[in-house]
């Protein structure tokens, strides 16, 4: 049976990026979990305090400095890990990066540094990991993707067609592994009040610009705007044998805005 109060005892996760935001809040409930978990980085001073406060609930967990816009510290985080832990059982692909722009308008550096950090970086990670799983019989791959794979806004073609690469290669990857122990989904935020958006909202000065952009995000779904645990709750279910009979799919975590009929 299930021990509902440790659902991951004994897993050693990947979280890809954790100094701050969504990847940090899904770290902190695993290591709650029973998990060992370490999470990259390229924000040292963040990461440094993320690696503090997992290791006061497992000892085990550790920072890892890396810029997975970079195929070189993406694939020596992974060797760390491998060298240190012998492999992990739970690699969740956190990163997204942004630049809002329209199709005749993209910077090809600017395409290239999205597509190596919001999709490439995750199958090197994959590529890292998966003979392990295979070896073990056991595996579980959580990409966190975006709303913005399945339906957009202006100005998101190049983020909305890296994650919805993620997506698609999800679905790809949890047939090619579906007898063999590992499972693969995607959750699809929307949108979530983590630091990123928080920042934003920071960015508008106090009184009537802030009001309005607070308001334009409130009335975006049903529910109220989400935080970051939220998402974090979605990944534990997916991460645990909660979900076990549960693999190629894609989860919104939205607050119901994919069923908004916007004006």
């Known amino acids: 049976?299930?021990?509902?109060?440790?659902?991951?005892?004994?897993?050693?996760?990947?979280v890809t990026t954790g100094a701050r935001g969504i990847g940090?809040?899904?770290?902190?409930?695993?290591?709650?979990?029973?998990?060992d978990v370490a999470v990259g980085g390229r924000n040292a001073p963040c990461l440094a305090q993320t690696e503090q406060e997992l290791q006061g609930?497992?000892?085990?967990?550790?920072?890892?400095?890396?810029?997975?816009?970079?195929?070189?510290?993406?694939?020596?985080?992974?060797?760390?890990?491998?060298?240190?832990?012998g492999g992990v059982d739970i690699l969740v692909n956190s990163v997204g990066i942004n630049q809002h722009v329209?199709?005749?308008e993209y910077d090809e550096d600017v395409l290239a540094r999205l597509f190596e950090t919001n999709y490439k970086s995750g199958l090197r990670c994959m590529k890292k990991f998966v003979p392990g799983m295979l070896e073990r019989g056991y595996g579980n791959i959580i990409n966190i993707s975006s709303?913005?794979?399945?339906?957009?806004?202006?100005?998101?073609?190049?983020?909305?067609?890296?994650?919805?690469?993620?997506?698609?290669?999800?679905?790809?990857m949890a047939l090619d592994y579906a007898g063999k122990g590992i499972r693969v989904n995607t959750i699809c935020?929307?949108?979530i009040l983590s630091d990123a958006v928080q920042d934003e909202i920071e960015g508008y000065p106090e009184g009537e610009a802030r009001d309005a952009f607070m308001k334009l995000l409130v009335g975006m779904q049903p529910l109220e705007p989400g935080t970051m645990e939220d998402v974090a709750n979605a990944a534990l279910f997916l991460a645990s044998d909660m979900s076990c009979y549960i693999t190629g799919q894609t989860i919104l975590v939205d607050g119901g805005a994919s069923i908004k009929a916007h004006p």
């Not at 940090?24 to 979990?33: E, G, M, P, T, V």
């Not at 550790?62 to 694939?75: F, K, M, P, V, Y």
């Not at 913005?148 to 790809?172: D, I, L």
Request: hydrophobic share 45%; proline share 2%; with cysteine.
């Open 1 to 14: 049976m299930l021990d509902y109060n440790h659902l991951l005892t004994g897993k050693r996760v990947f």
């Open 24 to 35: 940090k809040a899904i770290a902190l409930l695993f290591a709650r979990q029973g998990a």
């Open 57 to 85: 609930i497992r000892s085990n967990s550790r920072g890892i400095l890396c810029d997975l816009s970079d195929r070189a510290q993406t694939e020596h985080a992974c060797d760390v890990l491998l060298e240190v832990w």
């Open 102 to 104: 329209t199709a005749h």
């Open 147 to 172: 709303i913005h794979s399945v339906m957009s806004m202006p100005g998101y073609v190049m983020y909305a067609g890296t994650k919805g690469a993620v997506n698609a290669s999800a679905r790809a």
């Open 189 to 191: 935020p929307g949108l």
